[in-house]
């Protein structure tokens, strides 16, 4: 218990391992608080660690630089920091993003809630992303993210809880919260692939699929359809296509329609995977 401590010099807490709730709630520290390598909890341990820092005040630097947080993120509840936070954004140092323990925590509890680990994941995103480091800025967004997911599906005011979360399952699922490409890419290609295997069944319907698969001229028109589905901005259809698309049946106009609709997602996730790709602000 650190509650309302005042610690005049530099607090040094380098490897030091608390088993249990390390209380620091409205400690002030005037110089450098150091908890480099501190372990708060033991991995594969039963006790809960709770490191509460709610009110504290941090006016130098504070460093968590190899800090183990294993069973909770730290409560950060209007906590201070008045100069630099450090701290290393690597998943074995962090606790999972649903933790067992959240979903037992009680109101007015000492144990954070879903909510707590919420807002002490986007406190350290604002303090990281202060200092310009976007890669460990998005690796606390991310799990802000998911936080906001499980947070959306336990809402017991919600009539719908499942609609109100699911944008945060789109963007999990198709970009992990921005930070896949693959997953997008991998996305619009499946859809290519599914429209083009429609399409080339239409143009081969004369000659047997089979042989279309040796006919240059079917085998295009099918590519260039179901790509031009995924990308209507460039208009490839309109200039290009004018003919092929006249022959499409209505169930495949409809396949066309539903590839445009929903290529949006994927495009959109792939646009925000480069831009945090390249840091493109």
């Not at 807490?13 to 209380?23: D, E, M, P, V």
């Not at 620091?24 to 809960?48: E, M």
């Not at 991310?142 to 979360?165: C, G, N, Q």
Request: charge should be neutral; proline fraction near 5%; include cysteine.
């Amino acid at each position: 218990y650190f509650n309302s401590a005042t610690f005049e010099q530099t607090a040094y807490f380098h490897f030091a391992t608390f088993t249990q709730a390390a209380y620091f709630d409205s400690a002030t520290f005037d110089g450098p608080a150091k908890f480099v390598g501190t372990k708060f909890g033991l991995r594969g341990g039963t006790d809960i660690c709770v490191p509460n820092f709610t009110e504290a005040t941090f006016v130098k630097l504070v460093s968590f630089r190899k800090a183990d947080f294993v069973t909770h993120y730290p409560v950060l509840e209007g906590t201070a920091f008045l100069a630099k936070l450090v701290v290393t954004a690597t998943p074995a140092l962090w606790p999972k993003e649903r933790p067992a323990l959240l979903d037992v925590a009680k109101e007015n509890s000492p144990i954070p809630t879903k909510e707590d680990a919420k807002a002490s994941c986007a406190t350290l995103r604002h303090e990281i992303g202060r200092q310009g480091l976007p890669e460990d800025e998005h690796f606390f967004f991310r799990r802000e993210m998911e936080f906001s997911r499980i947070v959306a599906l336990s809402d017991d005011k919600e009539i719908w809880p499942y609609f109100k979360a699911w944008p945060y399952w789109l963007f999990k699922t198709f970009s992990g919260y921005g930070e896949s490409i693959e997953r997008p890419i991998s996305a619009l290609c499946g859809m290519f692939g599914f429209g083009f295997g429609a399409l080339l069944a239409h143009f081969s319907a004369n000659t047997g699929i089979w042989s279309a698969l040796k006919d240059a001229a079917a085998v295009r028109d099918a590519a260039a359809v179901s790509f031009s589905n995924l990308l209507p901005v460039f208009g490839f259809g309109r200039i290009f296509l004018a003919d092929e698309l006249k022959t499409l049946t209505a169930g495949l106009e409809f396949l066309s329609g539903a590839q445009t609709v929903l290529a949006l997602p994927p495009l959109f996730f792939l646009g925000i995977g480069l831009r945090k790709r390249f840091r493109i602000r």
